[in-house]
């Protein structure tokens, strides 16, 4: 069973910049897909960015802004946030899977971290 388990979260304000880790624990493959999304308050769970190791693919709301790095020793995945908006403010969850598709959906991922708490002020 693959475990995965998100660092990083915090407070901030505008214009800052936070970095969110994701390791992952359990049997996984070369192929393993990892991806973040995040909930906001009152929405809905939204995707973010996702990498396979070949093929990285971010969501218009945040492409220029986060960046997404993985470590495939390690089997761990790191979102980098700059530029952060209030509106960026949300629950994070990194999310994992062996999806060949799209990698923006949540029904291609399997395994979900807990969530960190991103709050960004004004």
């Known amino acids: 069973q693959v475990q995965l388990v998100e660092s990083g979260g915090g407070l901030v304000q505008a214009g800052g910049s936070l970095r969110l880790s994701c390791g992952a624990s359990?049997?996984?493959?070369?192929?393993?897909?990892m991806g973040w999304f995040r909930r906001a308050p009152g929405k809905g769970r939204d995707f973010l960015a996702a990498?396979?190791?070949?093929?990285?693919v971010y969501a218009d709301s945040v492409k220029g802004r986060f960046t997404i790095s993985r470590d495939n020793a390690k089997v761990t995945v790191v979102l980098q946030m700059n530029g952060l908006k209030p509106e960026d403010t949300a629950v994070y969850y990194c999310?994992?899977?062996?999806?060949?598709?799209?990698?923006?959906?949540?029904?291609?991922?399997?395994?979900w971290g807990q969530g960190t708490q991103v709050t960004v002020s004004s």
């Open positions: 359990g049997p996984t493959f070369s192929n393993f897909v």
């Open positions: 999310a994992g899977g062996y999806s060949g598709g799209y990698l923006t959906q949540e029904y291609e991922y399997d395994y």
């Open positions: 990498t396979n190791g070949a093929r990285t």
